[in-house]
């Protein structure tokens, strides 16, 4: 049975409860790290009446003092990660159903001859530009492909283009061109207005022999940015947007969830502020009465990256009293998730995410029981609950419908 009324799924980027039982052979850096724990033992004015209520506590298994005691009203529970590591970007994958295969970490070198040969065998023209004894690639004098420089070194393939001179779609074309070849996590496809392709040249750089694009030196993030993130082993197909999205129902998405998650209708609000992101949702809240609606709050994951303590709770203090602004605007039929994709302890020693447990806290309107929705194994179970709601169903995933209805 379809229902007719809104799903809405609020990822708080990186708000882990718990080391997952795995950390000490696949992430011994992450051993103790508790993201939602150590926020709240840190000496910092803590405001979650919201996120208590909806039973953040439940789930993070642990009372702390009068303020951080478990509900006795809550529809509660938290899941592992079934994707390597703990990624934002997988972690929506996941989340929106699909269940990720494990990548591989390469650098450029390793296939730049059979990816220029394949450009080149697809029409384009293509040149290698060197430098320090390295090679990246340039197509048709507007695009640049190499390694990502800004993230763990082997991660992600970038390419980075002169958004004026080619236009996004030959980007995402290359971009697709590139993922053929590579068993990398990612390969991101962008460009931005106002950058020739001699700016981007100008800032090429190398680093323990991986050469790329400075992307923010090269000035593509200033203006008119476009993006598209490839996973490794990611279908979207088998994902709950464009389920829903064959039964009519329109998807919304907000915040980082608008350039990682591929949905073929709907709306997309490009947001990184917290306040701004959630006044997109309301917005739109307002005019659609039926509909997924995904949010990324992206400030949280920054304040874990900057390992800043202070700053995340007072995002999730800004977080919480928008959430129960949402509240408000929620009828009988609405479904409310509060979730993470992964954690970020800031307290743990180093600025990475870290690869814990998440919460799944659940609203719905009027619920006087306390349901404990169990230690899920992927956060798919999300995602089908989802489908599941609209009268459809994906490949992966446990749904949990029935149990919050």
Same mark, same amino acid.
């Given at each position: 049975?379809?229902?007719?009324?809104?799903?809405?799924?609020?990822?708080?980027?990186?708000?882990?409860?718990?080391?997952?039982?795995?950390? *000490?052979?696949?992430?011994?850096? #992450?051993?103790?790290?508790?993201?939602? $724990?150590?926020?709240?033992?840190? #000496? @910092?004015?803590?405001?979650?009446?919201? $996120?208590?209520?909806?039973?953040?506590?439940?789930?993070?298994?642990?009372?702390?003092?009068?303020?951080?005691?478990?509900?006795?009203?809550?529809?509660?529970?938290?899941?592992?990660?079934?994707?390597?590591?703990?990624?934002?970007?997988?972690?929506?994958?996941?989340?929106?159903?699909?269940?990720?295969?494990?990548?591989?970490? %390469?650098?450029?070198?390793?296939?730049?001859?059979?990816?220029?040969?394949?450009?080149?065998? %697809?029409?384009?023209?293509? #040149? @290698?530009?060197?430098?320090?004894?390295?090679?990246?690639?340039?197509?048709?004098? /507007?695009?640049?492909?190499?390694?990502?420089?800004?993230?763990?070194?082997?991660?992600?393939?970038?390419?980075?283009?002169? !958004?004026?001179?080619?236009?996004?779609?030959?980007?995402?074309?290359?971009?697709?061109?590139?993922?053929?070849?590579? =068993?990398?996590?990612?390969?991101?496809?962008?460009?931005?207005?106002?950058?020739?392709?001699?700016?981007?040249? +100008?800032?090429?750089?190398?680093?323990?022999?991986?050469?790329?694009?400075?992307?923010?030196?090269?000035?593509? &993030? +200033?203006?008119?940015?476009?993006?598209?993130?490839?996973?490794?082993?990611? #279908?979207?197909?088998?994902?709950?947007?464009?389920?829903?999205?064959?039964?009519?129902?329109?998807?919304?998405?907000?915040?980082?969830?608008?350039?990682?998650?591929?949905? *073929?209708?709907?709306?997309?609000? *490009?947001? /990184?502020?917290?306040?701004?992101?959630?006044?997109?949702?309301?917005?739109?809240?307002?005019?659609?009465?039926?509909?997924?609606? /995904? /949010?990324?709050?992206?400030?949280?994951?920054?304040?874990?990256?900057?390992?800043?303590?202070?700053? &995340?709770?007072?995002?999730?203090?800004?977080?919480?009293?928008?959430?129960?602004?949402?509240?408000?605007?929620?009828?009988?039929?609405?479904? !409310?998730?509060?979730?993470?994709?992964?954690?970020?302890?800031?307290?743990?020693?180093?600025? =990475?995410?870290?690869?814990?447990?998440?919460?799944?806290?659940? &609203?719905?309107?009027?619920?006087?029981?306390?349901?404990?929705?169990?230690?899920?194994?992927?956060?798919?179970?999300?995602? %089908?609950?989802?489908?599941? &709601?609209?009268?459809?169903?994906?490949?992966?995933?446990?749904?949990?419908?029935?149990?919050?209805?």
């Amino acid at each position: 049975m379809m229902n007719n009324g809104r799903f809405i799924i609020i990822v708080l980027d990186s708000f882990g409860v718990g080391e997952m039982d795995d950390v *000490p052979e696949v992430r011994p850096t #992450d051993i103790g790290s508790n993201t939602c $724990l150590h926020l709240i033992e840190y #000496d @910092r004015k803590k405001i979650w009446p919201n $996120l208590i209520k909806l039973g953040l506590i439940n789930s993070l298994g642990k009372e702390f003092g009068d303020q951080f005691k478990k509900s006795d009203k809550a529809i509660f529970g938290k899941s592992d990660l079934v994707h390597f590591g703990a990624d934002s970007y997988f972690g929506h994958q996941e989340i929106m159903g699909t269940r990720p295969k494990k990548p591989e970490f %390469q650098k450029l070198s390793e296939f730049i001859d059979d990816l220029e040969e394949d450009l080149k065998k %697809q029409g384009y023209d293509v #040149d @290698r530009v060197e430098k320090d004894g390295l090679e990246l690639l340039k197509v048709n004098n /507007v695009i640049c492909i190499g390694d990502n420089m800004e993230t763990d070194l082997g991660q992600a393939i970038n390419v980075v283009g002169a !958004l004026d001179y080619c236009g996004f779609s030959m980007i995402e074309k290359v971009g697709h061109i590139v993922r053929e070849h590579v =068993r990398v996590p990612r390969v991101i496809a962008f460009g931005g207005s106002d950058v020739t392709i001699e700016r981007i040249q +100008d800032n090429i750089i190398t680093k323990k022999g991986f050469i790329g694009v400075d992307a923010p030196n090269s000035g593509v &993030y +200033d203006k008119n940015y476009h993006v598209i993130h490839i996973g490794f082993g990611v #279908d979207v197909n088998e994902q709950v947007p464009i389920a829903v999205a064959e039964k009519g129902v329109k998807n919304h998405l907000y915040g980082k969830a608008e350039n990682i998650i591929y949905a *073929p209708n709907g709306t997309r609000f *490009p947001c /990184v502020d917290t306040n701004d992101t959630f006044d997109g949702l309301i917005n739109d809240l307002e005019k659609y009465d039926n509909g997924l609606f /995904v /949010v990324n709050i992206q400030e949280t994951d920054l304040s874990g990256h900057a390992m800043d303590a202070k700053r &995340y709770i007072d995002v999730l203090n800004i977080a919480d009293r928008r959430i129960g602004d949402i509240i408000e605007l929620l009828n009988d039929e609405d479904v !409310l998730v509060i979730m993470a994709d992964h954690g970020n302890d800031p307290t743990i020693g180093h600025t =990475r995410h870290t690869r814990e447990i998440v919460p799944i806290l659940v &609203y719905r309107k009027n619920n006087e029981k306390l349901i404990d929705l169990g230690h899920r194994e992927t956060m798919a179970d999300v995602g %089908q609950t989802a489908a599941d &709601y609209f009268g459809t169903k994906i490949k992966n995933g446990k749904s949990f419908l029935k149990e919050i209805m």
